[in-house]
């Protein structure tokens, strides 16, 4: 049972245009999420995160959208640039779960120059 | 954010040994870690909780006496592979939180088992 889903394996995107990559869960005890960056043969680096007491997190380019009531979240990259190209997972978690990390299955995206 | 570090990056080891795969927290306190594996094109799937000064919390599937976890001391966690098969080639990854709900991730070990 995938509890987080990311249903767009791969994004193409021109530089200085925005990027939206989507995220849906089923869980609804998950309370945080959160999105992870990643490149080939390296541990995933923490983006940005947000609570689910709150619907927006922004952190310079990146924006997290929560939707509770959808249970849809989604990250903003904006303006896009070609060392964004890796490989985008979101990861939620409970408390009632220990903390635990359940991963989506990524999504590749590419920022074309 | 805080620093993870995970040792080896990569090894390459013969069917039937035990590698040892160490990961430690830098400038914090860890008495929790997390070990996920990755096959490639696929997510990261958790396979234990390392606990410091208790058994490990295995999840569902992976094979404890497959794989030995240690939390021996509040900056450090051991996965060791035993008798590694070629099916046990994986991407191995460490992770520990400040205290706060972010996990920070090592750098990860590259397994090939010949």
């Known amino acids: 049972d995938q509890q987080v889903k990311q249903n767009s394996p791969s994004l193409s995107v021109q530089e200085g245009r925005i990027s939206i990559l989507n995220c849906d869960y089923t869980?609804?005890?998950?309370?945080?999420f959160l999105w992870y960056k990643k490149y080939p043969a390296e541990g995933p680096t923490f983006l940005i995160s947000?609570?689910?007491?709150?619907d927006k997190n922004e952190d310079g380019r990146f924006t997290v959208f929560l939707n509770k009531s959808a249970k849809h979240l989604s990250l903003h990259i904006v303006p896009s640039q070609p060392g964004d190209s890796a490989v985008y997972f979101c990861?939620?978690?409970?408390?009632?779960?220990?903390?635990?990390?359940?991963f989506g299955a990524g999504t590749i995206l590419r920022v074309k120059s | 954010g805080a620093v993870v570090s995970q040792h080896p990056s990569r090894v390459i080891c013969k069917s039937g040994t035990s590698v040892k795969i160490e990961c430690r927290s830098l400038?914090?306190?860890?008495?929790?870690m997390f070990w996920y594996r990755q096959f490639p094109k696929q997510s990261l799937m958790l396979m234990a909780t390392?606990?410091?000064?208790?058994?490990?919390?295995?999840e569902q599937g992976v094979e404890k006496d497959k794989f030995l976890i240690n939390h021996a001391s509040l900056t450090l966690s051991t996965l060791t592979v035993t008798s590694a098969h070629p099916e046990d080639s994986s991407f191995y990854i460490c992770?520990?939180?400040?205290?706060?709900?972010?996990?920070?991730f090592g750098s990860g070990t590259q397994l090939s088992v010949l």
């Open positions: 992770s520990a939180s400040v205290g706060g709900r972010v996990l920070f």
């Open positions: 869980n609804s005890m998950f309370d945080y």
């Open positions: 947000i609570s689910s007491i709150k």
């Open positions: 990861a939620a978690s409970t408390l009632e779960y220990g903390n635990k990390l359940v």
């Open positions: 400038d914090f306190q860890a008495t929790t």
């Open positions: 390392s606990n410091e000064g208790s058994k490990a919390t295995y």
